[in-house]
T-cell receptor
Framework: DVKVTQSSRYLVKRTGEKVFLECVQD?????MFWYRQDPGLGLRLIYF???????EKGDIPEGYSVSREKKERFSLILESASTNQTSMYLC??????????????FGPGTRLTVT | AQSVSQHNHHVILSEAASLELGCNYS??????LFWYVQYPGQHLQLLLK??????LVKGIKGFEAEFIKSKFSFNLRKPSVQWSDTAEYFC???????????FGKGTRLHILP
């Protein structure tokens, strides 16, 4: 079974703090994704990575950055957290299939509250 | 750009009622289509998927979906819902060859016992 794990289930941070959200997958997948999930807005793609040290902006990258130093780990960074970044953050990873993206396997999510 | 539209934000049904959740996408080429489900307090998990072949696909827990290319639709159905189907349902699309999966805004389904 593919396993996608996230470092924290719940996180509370103060405005202006630097926040790191970690995601690890254990199946040697090349692609990894970060989404945020908000009521009534569904899942919105923040960033994704298709290889080590490679990253692409998603639909809402502002205020975020990412790091992929190792294949199994994909970090989402909030350089200076703001209250509008309070959300559920989901990491996902599909199996690697050249030319065809398979279904996403999701982590349990990190519920971040910025006060 | 790809987009996904789910028609209903919140659906309330009684047990044993039939269910149909609408999903339309905008992309003219080859697509891969998904329905995901998120039960309260749990991970998002795949319900069913369509890549090619028979446009009527069957998923877990008695769900099915029909891909109608001419209507750009991929509606989710279940003939008789149960209280345990209470969850949020997301339709998603991946355009062939693209790296991204685009999700709809979700439909909250509430089943009355």
């Amino acid at each position: 079974d593919v396993k996608v794990t996230q470092s924290s289930r719940y996180l509370v941070k103060r405005t202006g703090e630097k926040v790191f959200l970690e995601c690890v997958q254990d199946m040697d997948h090349e692609n990894m994704f970060w989404y945020r999930q908000d009521p009534g807005l569904g899942l919105r793609l923040i960033y994704f990575s298709y290889d080590v040290k490679m990253k692409e902006k998603g639909d809402i990258p502002e205020g975020y950055s990412v790091s992929r130093e190792k294949k199994e780990r994909f970090s989402l960074i909030l350089e200076s957290a703001s209250t509008n970044q309070t959300s559920m953050y989901l990491c996902a990873s599909p199996p690697s299939s050249p030319g065809l993206l398979r279904e996403q396997y999701f982590g349990p999510g990190t519920r971040l509250t910025v006060t | 750009a790809q987009s996904v539209s789910q028609h209903n934000h919140h659906v309330i049904l009684s047990e044993a009622a039939s269910l149909e959740l609408g999903c339309n996408y905008s992309y003219g080429g080859t697509v891969n289509l998904f329905w995901y489900v998120q039960y309260p307090g749990q991970h998002l998990q795949l319900l069913l998927k369509y890549f090619s072949g028979d446009p009527l696909v069957k998923g877990i827990k008695g769900f099915e979906a029909e891909f109608i290319k001419s209507k750009f639709s991929f509606n989710l159905r279940k003939p008789s819902v149960q209280w345990s189907d209470t969850a949020e349902y997301f339709c998603a699309v991946n355009a062939g060859g693209d790296d991204k999966i685009i999700f709809g805004k979700g439909t909250r389904l509430h089943i009355l016992p």
